[in-house]
């Protein structure tokens, strides 16, 4: 896990850890376990209104970016960055995420 603050944010050391973080999962994943478009519904339900889009599709990379005007998350096969605070719903969708488009099941 590593923390990106935004400019102006670094001394708001009490978020750290709860916005603005980068997970990487899997370095060496390319592709999803699971269509992109599953990720893009789950989003829509989970996290309401949200825009999604296809991101990062080079190289037979795929991503996924979830979005409003405010803050994006974006998904890719080896990691996933989330551009804003941790809500219950920012929490939940990525726990989803675990589970379901990294596999990480839990015990």
Request: glycine letters at 4%; one cysteine or more.
């Amino acid at each position: 896990i590593v923390n990106f603050p935004k400019e102006g944010r670094i001394e708001e050391y009490e978020m750290y850890g709860k916005r603005d973080l980068s997970l990487i999962v899997d370095y060496e994943r390319k592709r999803f376990p699971m269509d992109r478009e599953i990720i893009k519904q789950k989003a829509v339900e989970m996290l309401g209104d949200v825009k999604t889009e296809d991101a990062y599709m080079y190289e037979n990379k795929e991503g996924v970016r979830v979005f409003t005007d405010n803050w994006k998350i974006d998904i890719l096969p080896h990691s996933v960055h989330i551009w804003t605070e941790f809500d219950e719903n920012v929490t939940a969708f990525c726990n989803w995420l675990m589970e379901n488009a990294y596999e990480m099941k839990k015990k």
